[in-house]
Every structure is written in structure tokens, then in C-alpha cells.
């Protein structure tokens, strides 16, 4: 049972430019969700997705999108980066669906974003 | 804005002392989650306890759900240096999305 993997481990960008975050979900698993981490806060949720679709989304500006590919791979887009997007981005994947399956998340082990 | 809120912030043990933490949160819940996160990289799930249940046991952890006052506790027996990490309760409804609080920092000395 292979786990979750993100890459890049570390990012650096320049504030306005544009970033792509990558994310293999657990063998098995058929959602992926995506948190932002600042450092010595808990995980935010930015967004869900189940059959490649958004399934929920929290308070996120729309710069921040996502898409699901057929294997459950994810990507997290980043528009017009800011200063304050600077945070450690955690992938998770789950088995959420039919609904009572498992409520546990398997997390990555994030990529750590800074914006100069 | 998070649902959850652990306490103490910051704990600091002996080796082979119990570590308590509890957690607090606003709104009715499916699920409770328990996550270990080590030198702030990704997450480890603990314990899940359903809105249903009252304790769980896992190994050296037992966890306790009281929906009637919204809140919850971990308790880590006989500490280990190796569980040291930050400890983060995540509550989940309907949507399954899961809500965290800010975490407790636990330090287990040698």
C-alpha cells in the first residue's frame, strides 16, 4: 500500500508568479483534499475533490484551484501568489466516498511554499 | 476560522509520564480525529472516534468524546521521546472536510 506523495518538497517564488503543487493519492483512495499549514496554526482546508470534480471548498480566494485526474493524482494551482500564501501544503487522500466508508485522512508530507 | 481548539498549547513531560490534552469544538460532528505531526511536515492519523462513542482505546492512547460539552481528550501513556510532535484534534461533519485546531506542542525529556 503505497502512502500519499507531494512534490516539489520545497518551493521558492516571487510574489504575482504562479505555482503548480503535485500530489499522489494512496492506492485505493478516491478523494483528495488539499490544506494550507502557517507555521504554528493548524491545517486550513482549501479544497475537495471526488470523480475529478470540487466536492467543497473553504474560504479561499478562487486563485487557489485544483483538478483531480483519473488515477486520483491532484494538483493544487496557485494564481498572483502573495506574501501571506507562504505555508506548508498538505495533500490528503481518503476513501470518503460511498458516504460512512472511512472518515481517515492520509496525509503527504506537504511542500513547503515561500513567497519573497 | 478553526472548530477546534486543543489545551494546553504546550506540554512538557519526563520520559514515561501520561501526556493529557484536551480539545474543544463548536459544532455537531460526525467524527473526531486525532493527528501527530512531527518537525511540521505531514500529518500521521491516530484514533478516530465516532460522535456515538464515548472512548477508544489505541495502544498507549485513550481517547474520550463528550458531545454534550463538545469536547475531547488525549491521553499518550508511558511517554516516549519519540512522541514528541504536535498533536491535533480535527472534527468532521457531513462534508467530511476536516476542521483543526491550532494543535498542542508536546515535549517528552529524556
Known amino acids: 500500500e503505497t502512502g500519499v506523495t507531494q512534490s516539489p518538497t520545497h518551493l521558492i517564488k516571487t510574489r504575482g508568479q504562479q505555482v503548480t503543487l503535485r500530489c499522489s493519492s494512496q492506492?485505493?483512495?478516491?478523494?483528495v483534499s488539499w490544506y494550507q499549514q502557517a507555521l504554528g496554526q493548524g491545517p486550513q482546508f482549501i479544497f475537495q475533490?471526488?470523480?475529478?470534480?470540487?466536492?467543497g471548498r473553504g474560504n479561499f480566494p478562487p486563485r487557489f484551484s485544483g483538478l483531480q485526474f483519473p488515477n486520483y493524482s491532484s494538483e493544487l494551482n496557485v494564481n498572483a501568489l502573495e506574501l501571506d500564501d507562504s505555508a506548508l501544503y498538505l495533500c490528503?487522500?481518503?476513501?470518503?466516498?460511498?458516504?460512512?466508508?472511512?472518515?481517515?485522512?492520509?496525509f503527504g508530507s506537504g511542500t513547503r511554499l515561500t513567497v519573497v | 476560522s478553526q472548530q477546534g481548539e486543543e489545551d494546553p498549547q504546550a506540554l512538557s513531560i519526563q520520559e514515561g509520564e501520561n501526556a493529557t490534552m484536551n480539545c474543544s469544538y463548536k459544532?455537531?460532528?460526525?467524527?473526531l480525529q486525532w493527528y501527530r505531526q512531527n518537525s511540521g511536515r505531514g500529518l500521521v492519523h491516530l484514533i478516530l472516534?465516532?460522535?456515538?462513542?464515548r472512548e477508544k482505546h489505541s495502544g498507549r492512547l485513550r481517547v474520550t468524546l463528550d458531545t454534550s460539552k463538545k469536547s475531547s481528550s488525549l491521553l499518550i501513556t508511558a511517554s516516549r521521546a519519540a512522541d514528541t510532535a504536535s498533536y491535533f484534534c480535527?472534527?468532521?461533519?457531513?462534508?467530511?472536510?476536516?476542521?483543526f485546531g491550532a494543535g498542542t506542542t508536546v515535549t517528552v525529556r529524556a
Open positions: 472516534i465516532r460522535s456515538n462513542e
Open positions: 459544532t455537531s460532528i460526525n467524527n
Open positions: 480535527a472534527t468532521d461533519a457531513a462534508d467530511y472536510k476536516l476542521s
Open positions: 490528503a487522500s481518503s476513501r470518503l466516498f460511498p458516504p460512512g466508508t472511512d472518515a481517515r485522512h492520509t
Open positions: 475533490y471526488y470523480r475529478e470534480e470540487e466536492n
Open positions: 492506492s485505493g483512495h478516491n478523494t
